[in-house]
């Protein structure tokens, strides 16, 4: 270096960390262009990673961790993780945009999320943002005319960097400058993930799942429950638990004006067990059996067809009735005896 010179500044990126493959591996690319990264992971409550895995007794020999973090620490930088519940609810609600397959608002959430980590960037004093995108690998956000579309809406314009891409798009400001080296940068297009995979074993990184961090939105199960949610209440509205709830036990439709959620085995019924002063719930006083959350308004009858199917569901099914425990919130139990509704004439259209 010349005497006198001054010395080179080192840039600082935000990276967008999903816990997913395509992430961990474009913030590993800048680090390994000596730029000071740190990852940004936002929590909009449908990417709750690892929830049923936790919740489910039968999944416990999963590893149950946050992705995000995971990836952080294999990097070896810091991980800001930001609760956006309240403000991610007009995203899902009035997508601009309109939605994917399912209730994935994908377009608007990218360009939301780079919107935030815009202003993250901005307050924090950084240079520019990075995203693990791929050209050509999700048909709703990701292509050639909607990448300028993101840039656009999220206020970062060529201050968003996808190094996995790159040569394939027109330079961003960290290329021009020189802060980033363009031609170490990727040229990835479509749906084939070999590439990344083979770099991320070469590189001893261990991922989650090569497709990113999970979305229940874009899950057709989940999104068929979601709906049914608005539809009975009249109005498209949700809330944190909501959110939960729809991802737990049988989901079960049988009047337009109530709905069963019903345990599926016994960390389901545990989780469950924790909303039993919100809503009614019943089980069964004298045989094993799951827990049900009875969601909506219940008449004298309809109490009795709730305890008849959720007596279906435990370990007396096959007697000629069963003694069933009927709660409501801040009231005193009842029982009842009532036969189990039969196991081989269930309406498959109750289910959600």
Not at 13 to 33: E, I, K, P, T, Y
């Amino acid at each position: 270096m010349d005497v006198g010179a001054a010395p080179r500044v080192q840039r600082k990126a935000v990276a967008l960390l999903s816990g997913g493959l395509d992430s961990l591996l474009a913030a590993r690319m800048m680090l390994d262009q000596g730029i000071h990264v740190e990852g940004i992971n936002f929590f909009t409550g449908f990417c709750v990673e690892g929830h049923t895995h936790a919740v489910r007794k039968d999944r416990q020999r999963r590893v149950v961790r946050n992705n995000a973090l995971h990836a952080a620490s294999q990097l070896g930088i810091r991980l800001h993780i930001v609760d956006v519940i309240e403000e991610y609810k007009d995203i899902v609600l009035n997508p601009r945009h309109g939605y994917g397959a399912h209730l994935n608002p994908c377009l608007d959430c990218k360009g939301f999320m780079v919107g935030k980590a815009r202003e993250w960037m901005e307050t924090h004093g950084f240079d520019f943002i990075v995203t693990g995108e791929v050209l050509g690998q999700r048909p709703k956000s990701q292509r050639r005319d909607t990448f300028p579309v993101i840039a656009r809406e999220s206020g970062a314009f060529d201050r968003l960097l996808r190094p996995l891409s790159a040569q394939l798009l027109a330079p961003t400001l960290p290329e021009r400058e020189g802060w980033v080296d363009r031609e170490r940068l990727l040229k990835l297009s479509g749906r084939n993930r070999k590439p990344q995979i083979g770099m991320a074993r070469a590189q001893g990184l261990d991922y989650a799942q090569p497709a990113g961090g999970c979305c229940f939105l874009t899950d057709a199960n989940y999104a068929r429950k979601l709906r049914d949610l608005w539809e009975s209440r009249g109005d498209r509205r949700y809330d944190f638990d909501d959110i939960m709830l729809l991802k737990i036990g049988r989901h079960i439709r049988p009047r337009p004006h109530f709905k069963l959620i019903i345990g599926r085995e016994e960390g389901e019924n545990r989780f469950l067990e924790g909303y039993r002063h919100r809503f009614i719930h019943l089980f069964a006083a004298d045989a094993n059996g799951p827990i049900a959350l009875l969601q909506g308004e219940a008449a004298d009858e309809d109490l009795m067809l709730a305890a008849a199917i959720t007596a279906r569901f435990g370990q007396a099914r096959h007697a000629e009735s069963v003694r069933m425990t009927i709660v409501r919130p801040g009231a005193d139990a009842q029982q009842r005896m009532v036969p189990p509704w039969p196991v081989d004439r269930f309406p498959r259209e109750w289910y959600l």
